[in-house]
């Protein structure tokens, strides 16, 4: 699937019927704030979208929200109207990064919200994914999501592995040891790529090199190798396609119309790396 956030600039129909004209029939639906469907609104209009998706041949295939407690006043009936509609996954929103001496203390407020929140999940019928975000967010690292996560029901809550951030965070090969300790937990699966660059005005946050994203043709995240430690682990959860070409962090800022043919030759690499034998 396509994740909805950078094809947001056209009306959701004709983002259907460019989604489906190369051959994409499920999307990655934004419902927070300034996405496609406001979490306010989504008993409402998540269902119309929905309506409009399917007329185009297009299925919502899991949801990214804001969600990060179970006391948010918006969580049950994102979740409940997401159930409903046979989406059973969500991405969870963030966990700002509170600065240096704070980790230890967050990592135990953290891991009770996503017991909250799995004990949700789990009445509800739905799965959510932690996504590891780099720089100043936690769980930046991979050892904290897998820290957070393991007192809680693997049906519930599960590890939305973002390669290319672990790789900005993880380097040569901690982005490898963090898929290791995170193996078990592992549903949900972000695809996008990214470069170093020697200036410094490229990624926020960055202090020495920066961070452009790319095609996956030109990245630096290790795609093959990835792709085959999946496979070691029979990963079968979604797959959403991170079309992050647009703003001043993408290696060119894009249209809606030009996201879609970049998606398009995007596709055809990750199905190329699909089809490579294991071990290659």
Same mark, same amino acid.
């Given at each position: 699937?396509?994740?909805?956030?950078h094809?947001q600039g056209?009306?959701?129909?004709e983002?259907?019927?460019?989604?489906?004209?190369i051959?994409?029939?499920w999307?990655?639906?934004?419902v927070?704030?300034?996405?496609?469907?406001?979490p306010?609104?989504?008993?409402?209009?998540?269902?119309?979208?929905a309506?409009?998706?399917?007329a185009?041949?297009v299925?919502?295939?899991?949801l990214?929200t804001n969600?990060?407690?179970a006391?948010?006043?918006?969580?049950?009936?994102?979740?409940?109207?997401?159930?409903?509609l046979?989406?059973?996954h969500?991405?969870?929103?963030?966990?700002p990064?509170?600065?240096f001496g704070t980790?230890?203390?967050?990592r135990?407020e953290v891991?009770?919200?996503?017991?909250?929140?799995?004990?949700?999940?789990r009445?509800? !019928?739905?799965? !959510?994914?932690f996504?590891?975000?780099?720089?100043?967010?936690f769980?930046?690292?991979? *050892?904290d999501v897998?820290?957070v996560?393991?007192n809680?029901?693997?049906?519930a809550l599960g590890a939305y592995?973002?390669?290319?951030?672990a790789?900005?965070e993880g380097? =040569?090969d !901690?982005w490898?040891? !963090?898929m290791?300790?995170l193996?078990g937990r592992?549903?949900?699966l972000a695809?996008k790529?990214?470069? *170093?660059?020697?200036?410094? =005005?490229?990624?926020a946050g960055?202090?020495?090199?920066?961070?452009q994203w790319?095609p996956?043709?030109?990245g630096?995240?290790? *795609?093959?190798q990835?792709?085959?430690h999946?496979r070691?682990?029979?990963f079968s959860?979604?797959v959403?396609l991170? =079309?992050?070409?647009?703003?001043?962090?993408?290696?060119?800022?894009l249209?809606?119309?030009?996201?879609l043919?970049?998606?398009?030759?995007?596709?055809?690499?990750?199905?190329? *790396?699909?089809?490579?034998?294991?071990?290659r």
């Amino acid at each position: 699937m396509v994740f909805s956030k950078h094809l947001q600039g056209m009306p959701l129909a004709e983002a259907a019927r460019g989604l489906h004209a190369i051959g994409i029939e499920w999307i990655d639906l934004t419902v927070r704030p300034g996405g496609h469907v406001a979490p306010e609104r989504v008993r409402d209009d998540l269902p119309r979208a929905a309506e409009a998706l399917a007329a185009e041949g297009v299925r919502i295939g899991m949801l990214t929200t804001n969600i990060t407690d179970a006391g948010d006043p918006h969580a049950r009936p994102v979740l409940e109207t997401a159930a409903k509609l046979g989406v059973r996954h969500y991405k969870l929103g963030y966990y700002p990064y509170r600065g240096f001496g704070t980790l230890r203390r967050q990592r135990a407020e953290v891991a009770a919200r996503l017991k909250d929140l799995a004990r949700l999940s789990r009445d509800l !019928g739905v799965h !959510g994914g932690f996504h590891n975000h780099s720089d100043e967010f936690f769980g930046a690292s991979l *050892w904290d999501v897998e820290h957070v996560l393991q007192n809680t029901d693997p049906a519930a809550l599960g590890a939305y592995l973002d390669p290319a951030h672990a790789v900005v965070e993880g380097g =040569s090969d !901690g982005w490898r040891m !963090g898929m290791d300790l995170l193996a078990g937990r592992i549903t949900m699966l972000a695809v996008k790529d990214f470069r *170093w660059l020697d200036a410094k =005005s490229g990624y926020a946050g960055a202090r020495r090199h920066s961070v452009q994203w790319c095609p996956l043709a030109q990245g630096n995240t290790p *795609w093959p190798q990835v792709l085959a430690h999946l496979r070691a682990l029979d990963f079968s959860g979604p797959v959403s396609l991170h =079309s992050e070409y647009q703003g001043p962090h993408s290696f060119a800022d894009l249209s809606p119309a030009q996201v879609l043919e970049q998606t398009a030759r995007d596709l055809a690499v990750f199905r190329g *790396w699909l089809d490579q034998p294991a071990g290659r």
